[in-house]
């Protein structure tokens, strides 16, 4: 996990300086707490107890991510987020940065509570994230290395496709055109096989038979005039 800057800024308080120009609240700031150093929070690596819960393909929420590591936030625990509420609390929305910190230190000496607890719950909590992520990344991975193979397979079954619908239409095309061209041809030897027909037929049609038909009309006009 890359080191992160918040690690190192942990609360620390000094017991020496007392600040009388503070509120009540810094005046009551407790002499037993010193700097906190972050070496003294190597948090172990948390492992994955149970599936993610989801909600079909969506991310899931930090609070299960947190729940399938084994971090659970007890109601009497103090956790990270209820130092976050105190922090927020409406007495210390105007307060310093200064007051804010000796406020939370007062609750937690109330409590009994080390801040040691709750600066590990913050970085247990981070590592789980960061767990989760790479969990993520490889499942990505997985997932574009399985597409992608998927693609290819697609790509080439389109391409074989693709080739066997063109070659169909460049079959297609040649048998219009063999067609076509068969069509013509017969039609050029009909025109052969009709003016030889014709070259026969000629001889038995008589050149006299418009004279005859003449002259017979012609007899008839006289038979009736007798």
Request: charge should be negative; charged fraction near 35%.
């Amino acid at each position: 996990m890359a080191e992160k800057k918040w690690y190192n800024v942990f609360v620390s308080v000094d017991d020496e300086q007392k600040r009388s120009s503070e509120t009540a609240v810094s005046q009551r700031e407790p002499s037993g707490l010193t700097s906190v150093s972050p070496a003294r929070f190597e948090v172990s690596e948390p492992q994955l107890e149970q599936p993610v819960a989801r909600i079909g393909e969506e991310f899931p929420s930090f609070e299960a991510i947190y729940q399938a590591f084994g971090i659970k936030d007890a109601t009497s625990a103090f956790t990270v987020y209820r130092a976050e509420e105190l922090l927020k609390s409406v007495h210390l929305k105007n307060a310093s940065p200064e007051i804010r910190r000796s406020a939370l230190m007062v609750a937690l000496e109330a409590l009994r509570i080390s801040p040691e607890d709750v600066i590990q719950d913050a970085v247990k909590r981070d590592k789980a994230l960061t767990q989760f992520e790479k969990i993520e990344e490889r499942r990505l991975r997985e997932l574009e290395q399985k597409k992608s193979e998927e693609n290819k397979r697609l790509q080439e079954e389109m391409e074989r496709i693709f080739n066997e619908i063109r070659e169909k239409m460049e079959d297609n095309n040649n048998l219009i055109k063999e067609t076509r061209d068969k069509f013509q041809t017969w039609q050029q030897e009909k025109e052969k096989e009709e003016q030889r027909l014709s070259g026969v037929l000629q001889y038995f049609v008589s050149q006299e038979v418009p004279e005859q038909a003449h002259g017979t009309k012609r007899r008839r006009s006289s038979s009736s005039e007798n």
